[in-house]
């Protein structure tokens, strides 16, 4: 899982700005789900909105839910608020996802059967020839 934020350098105090999470999964083959971001804001910050919605907000932080992503998937969160005072603002984030892989296994259902050829009856001592031929009309 990779994190990547787009963020102003500089900002004007009180003017709302936004800045932008992408997370994506950089796997090539394996999906993630129950992804999760958490984003603590600056206690200098005052948020407008976020796109998508919190799935819920304990004091400064906010919870993302962004559920399953396959791989090669990014998802973006949006954040719009401003700064309250001059200082330098610091916006950490943290994921938890759950990984899962997925195989197929092929179920076959063989039905062998046994079948001989040859004569019916031979004389002792002569040469005969005998054909054994295996046939499967199942699967496998």
Known sequence: LLIEKH???VVNVEAE????IY???ISD?????DVVV???LDANYTLASTEPPVATADG???TFALGTLAPGDTKTIKVNGSASQPSTLEFCSTATFTPFICVDQLAEQPSLALRKEGPAEVVFCDEFE?????TNSGTG
């Open 60 to 62: 400064r932080v906010l």
């Open 130 to 134: 005998y054909k054994l031929i295996v």
């Open 23 to 25: 997370v994506t999964n």
């Open 7 to 9: 963020i102003p350098a």
């Open 17 to 20: 700005d936004n800045y932008v």
């Open 38 to 40: 958490k984003e603590t």
């Open 29 to 33: 083959s394996l999906s993630i789900k």
